[in-house]
Nanobody
């Protein structure tokens, strides 16, 4: 059973940084993982994805150059470094995982395993 558990969210001022973590129990080599976010009244959207096949990570255009996704295999943990935060980045951030390599890494339907989310609040 794969179970992602997120942490690291918080409240920061615009321009600030956070490092979100996702500990994944049941992780196996080759697992594809991704970060999504959902703001109130909006659909859940892909932010960044790390392919299990070793390809380069994918990023949403809105976060390129500011967010970095990476993992620590020894700790079975996925991270999202978020820098230069904007009020528009405020959302619940979710970690997702699956053993099947996604055809569309930023699509929610590609992932079967989801965490409960960690809240990011950005004040202007």
């Amino acid at each position: 059973q794969v179970q992602p558990v997120e942490s690291g969210g918080g409240s920061v001022q615009a321009g600030g940084s956070l490092r979100l973590s996702c500990a994944v129990s049941g992780y196996a080599s080759g697992t594809s993982m991704a970060w999504f976010r959902q703001a109130p009244g909006k659909e859940r959207e892909g932010v960044a994805a790390l392919h299990g096949g070793g390809q380069s990570p994918s990023y949403a255009d809105s976060v390129k150059g500011r967010f970095t996704i990476f993992q620590d295999n020894a700790k079975n943990t996925l991270y999202l470094q978020v820098n230069s935060l904007k009020p528009g980045d405020a959302a619940m951030y979710y970690c997702a995982a699956d053993f099947i390599p996604p055809a569309r890494p930023m699509a929610t339907y590609e992932y079967r395993y989801w965490g409960q989310g960690t809240q990011v609040t950005v004040s202007s």
